[in-house]
């Protein structure tokens, strides 16, 4: 299976190339140009991966990044979209560009990941998996993080409904805290106010946090699971329940 994933030097995204074992991947990269060249000279053999820079903000760079995919891979079977950020404020102390580029980087640049994507799943009958969060749900984090992910899971849906005739699976992940930097920069801001997010929300597991390795096992499942469609799977340790 050839399967491209964004985001492959994030602590997710790193987890899904390497849980992709055997499979050939591509993954982008936005500034850790030595740590794609490390994940890319840690591949098993006889299997391909390759890293190529993407910004998901530049719809260029996005069609330009699955055009050289394809082609390294011979087609597309698979998408895991982990690109992410997070810039946690209040909404008395957030400015429209801090809210914009959440925005603009979690969900239009799915958006525009989709619409690269979608024409090379369509010939593969393939599947596509994005990284949401239990903030989309719950309203964690903040404001800007929230709607951007919020606003994810109703692109999840109506592409599963749109891409489904097709023979294309679109489905994401919602995890709660998981072991990683971008965790740790939330954890530091709802530390320095009185915003209730994750911390009024208990798990009922003996961890806070998941790793990133349980996060893409739930990616690898996605990608495996023929009958399962417009999904937002709930990673969380029991945190919330839908």
């Avoid at 994933?5 to 987890?15: E, S």
């Avoid at 919602?174 to 740790?184: I, L, Q, R």
Wanted: charged share 20%.
């Amino acid at each position: 299976m050839g399967v491209v994933v964004t985001g492959g030097t994030g602590g997710i995204g790193t987890a899904v190339v390497e849980a992709l074992g055997e499979d050939d991947v591509v993954f982008s990269y936005l500034t850790d140009g030595e740590g794609a060249d490390a994940l890319v000279d840690a591949a098993p053999e006889r299997t391909e991966r390759s890293a190529f820079h993407m910004d998901v903000t530049d719809a260029d760079s996005v069609a330009s990044f699955f055009d050289a995919a394809a082609d390294r891979l011979d087609g597309i079977d698979a998408v895991v979209h982990t690109v992410g950020v997070v810039d946690p404020a209040t909404i008395r102390d957030s400015t429209e560009a801090q809210w914009s580029r959440v925005v603009e980087t979690n969900l239009v640049g799915s958006y525009r990941v989709a619409r690269a994507a979608v024409p090379h799943l369509r010939d593969s009958a393939g599947s596509l998996v994005f990284l949401s969060s239990i903030g989309g749900t719950a309203g964690t984090v903040d404001t800007s993080y929230a709607a951007s992910k919020s606003g994810l899971h109703g692109l999840v849906r109506a592409l599963a409904r749109e891409l489904g005739p097709d023979g294309v699976r679109v489905n994401a992940i919602a995890p709660g805290p998981v072991d990683t930097s971008m965790n740790d920069a939330i954890v530091d801001y709802l530390e320095s106010t009185d915003f209730l997010g994750h911390e009024n929300l208990d798990t009922h597991h003996p961890d806070y946090a998941c790793s990133p390795e349980e996060v893409a096992r739930a990616a690898r499942y996605l990608l495996d699971s023929s009958f399962v469609q417009g999904e937002i799977l709930d990673v969380n340790g029991g945190m919330q329940f839908r």
